[in-house]
């Protein structure tokens, strides 16, 4: 007990988790109570096979994206925060156009295959509706997540760890599609919210500090 004690108060900053219970709060209740009005899948979409291995690797998402919030808090406080804005920013502007834009695809096949795969996909099915796909929630946080990872120095350390990382959030992006979860535009209104908050948190503070710095080197240079 007193392990758990010192680990929270030194950590008390994973706390701000609990905001987003409010946010899935909210997406629950526009899953029950919107009627959707925009379909988002096009006849492109029709045109890309459906893979049930790729259950596999959206399934993964359930473990790589609290992996990236439990790695990076507990390695580097300014990481967490920045992680944090971004899936609750980008949760929230989800949440924002569900509400505007009530959603929905229909793409989903029908399936009477009783493999491990099919089953794992039906379950999907049964849990998670069709409504208020776009953005896709899968592809914000991946980015989110391996965004985080990606600038960490203490995952920098990690053999293959940013391949890995990489290579897995694009697996997850794939996957929302080939199991018919989402449409082509789903994914590509996810990745437009990510890339935003990508830019606001990772891109612009650091040319900030890059002039800054820059700057300030260049004072002391003129006074030595």
Same mark, same amino acid.
């Given at each position: 007990?007193?392990?758990?004690?010192?680990?929270?108060?030194?950590?008390?900053?994973?706390?701000?988790?609990?905001?987003?219970?409010?946010?899935?709060?909210?997406?629950?209740?526009? +899953?029950?109570?919107? @009627?959707?009005?925009?379909?988002?899948?096009?006849?492109?979409?029709?045109?890309?096979?459906?893979?049930? +291995?790729?259950?596999?690797p959206?399934?993964?998402?359930? %473990?790589?994206?609290?992996?990236? %919030?439990?790695?990076? $808090?507990?390695?580097?406080?300014?990481?967490?925060?920045?992680?944090? %804005?971004?899936?609750? $920013?980008g949760?929230?502007?989800?949440n924002?156009?569900?509400?505007?834009?009530?959603?929905?695809?229909?793409?989903?096949?029908?399936?009477?295959?009783?493999?491990?795969?099919s089953?794992?996909?039906?379950?999907?099915?049964m849990?998670?509706?069709?409504?208020? &796909?776009?953005?896709?929630l899968?592809?914000?946080?991946?980015?989110?997540?391996n965004?985080?990872l990606?600038?960490? +120095?203490?995952?920098?350390?990690?053999?293959?760890?940013?391949?890995?990382?990489?290579? @897995?959030?694009v697996l997850?992006?794939?996957?929302? &599609?080939?199991?018919?979860?989402?449409?082509?535009?789903? %994914?590509?209104?996810?990745?437009?919210?990510?890339?935003?908050?990508?830019?606001?948190?990772?891109?612009?503070?650091?040319?900030?500090?890059? +002039?800054?710095?820059?700057?300030?080197?260049?004072?002391?240079?003129?006074?030595?």
């Amino acid at each position: 007990m007193k392990k758990i004690h010192i680990f929270i108060s030194q950590h008390k900053y994973f706390y701000l988790l609990l905001l987003l219970i409010p946010l899935q709060i909210w997406f629950q209740y526009l +899953e029950l109570t919107l @009627i959707p009005q925009y379909m988002t899948q096009t006849q492109f979409d029709r045109k890309i096979p459906f893979i049930k +291995e790729f259950v596999i690797p959206y399934l993964t998402w359930f %473990v790589f994206v609290p992996y990236g %919030v439990i790695y990076v $808090g507990l390695h580097s406080k300014r990481d967490f925060y920045k992680l944090f %804005v971004f899936l609750f $920013g980008g949760m929230a502007v989800a949440n924002l156009m569900f509400t505007l834009f009530p959603n929905a695809q229909d793409l989903r096949p029908v399936l009477h295959s009783t493999d491990p795969f099919s089953l794992l996909v039906k379950g999907i099915y049964m849990i998670d509706p069709p409504t208020n &796909v776009c953005p896709s929630l899968h592809v914000i946080d991946s980015i989110a997540a391996n965004t985080a990872l990606q600038h960490s +120095e203490a995952f920098s350390s990690k053999k293959y760890g940013r391949a890995v990382s990489s290579s @897995i959030t694009v697996l997850i992006c794939l996957s929302t &599609v080939l199991i018919k979860q989402h449409a082509i535009f789903d %994914v590509i209104c996810g990745i437009i919210v990510a890339a935003f908050f990508y830019l606001a948190l990772y891109r612009l503070p650091f040319s900030h500090f890059r +002039e800054t710095y820059a700057q300030n080197s260049s004072i002391s240079g003129r006074a030595t």
